[in-house]
């Protein structure tokens, strides 16, 4: 697999469920940041987890990370149909600076 | 709440033509990068920029490349000879103090190249 591959690629969801989306990466890191695109728009800045960390929560948002399993998840609770977007895990490559590697992103759908 | 700006959003050029794309970063950023996303692709890292300097840039950036730092605000990419693969949604980000604090991303500018 590639350097932040998320999972699943697409998911559709009722308004008010929980939607969980995964991302798995292959080297150390310094921290992984989740971002939301809308279509055709530019990305937004959720959360930023660091290496050493294991969770973090931001709002409906929760994010952990295994550093040991080279994987991360993102949680949005109660999905409001606002939260219809892509959904990004960028990944902060140990000692490359501060080059973000992106993964292919997920899609979520959440229908009113 | 400060954000990052891009200019144009939208630029149409022909193949051949030198482009310039600017950025706005956060005022008291000190980090800046450059990254571009082709229709359907991931996105990509172009090249990242601190102290008046390329800190680091990818395959990608090559010689037709380049950025700039022209003033005490704005951050430009510059594309010399541009060709049909360089349309794409092109991303000006920047980060406050540390190279791998989080990086906040401009609406990006969409460059079509006909």
């Known amino acids: 697999s590639q350097q932040g591959e998320e999972d699943p690629q697409a998911l559709s969801i009722q308004e008010g469920e929980n939607a969980t989306m995964n991302c798995s990466y292959k080297?150390?890191?310094?921290?992984l940041q989740w971002y939301r695109q809308n279509s055709g728009r530019g990305l937004v800045h959720l959360i930023l987890?660091?290496?050493?960390?294991r969770e973090k929560h931001s709002g409906r948002l929760r994010v952990t990370l295994d550093t040991s399993k080279k994987s991360s998840s993102l949680l949005i609770t109660a999905s409001r149909a606002a939260d219809t977007a892509s959904y990004f895990c960028?990944?902060?490559?140990?000692?490359?600076?501060?080059?973000?590697?992106f993964g292919q992103g997920t899609e979520l759908s959440v229908k009113p | 709440e400060p954000e990052v700006t891009q200019t144009p959003s939208h630029q149409v050029t022909q193949m051949g033509q030198e482009v310039i794309l600017r950025c706005v970063p956060i005022?008291?950023?000190?980090?800046f990068y450059w990254y571009r996303q082709i229709l359907g692709q991931k996105v990509e890292f172009l090249v990242s920029?601190?102290?008046?300097?390329?800190?680091?840039k990818s395959e990608i950036f090559d010689d037709q490349f380049s950025v700039e730092r022209p003033d005490g605000s704005n951050f430009t990419l510059k594309i010399r000879s541009t060709k049909l693969e360089d349309s794409a949604m092109y991303f000006c980000?920047?980060?406050?103090?540390?190279?791998?604090?989080?990086?906040?991303f401009g609406p990006g500018t969409r460059l079509t190249v006909t």
């Open positions: 980000a920047s980060s406050e103090a540390s190279a791998v604090g989080g990086q906040y």
């Open positions: 080297t150390s890191i310094n921290n």
């Open positions: 987890i660091r290496s050493n960390e």
């Open positions: 960028a990944t902060a490559v140990y000692n490359q600076g501060g080059k973000l590697i």
């Open positions: 005022s008291n950023h000190l980090y």
């Open positions: 920029f601190y102290n008046n300097e390329i800190s680091e």
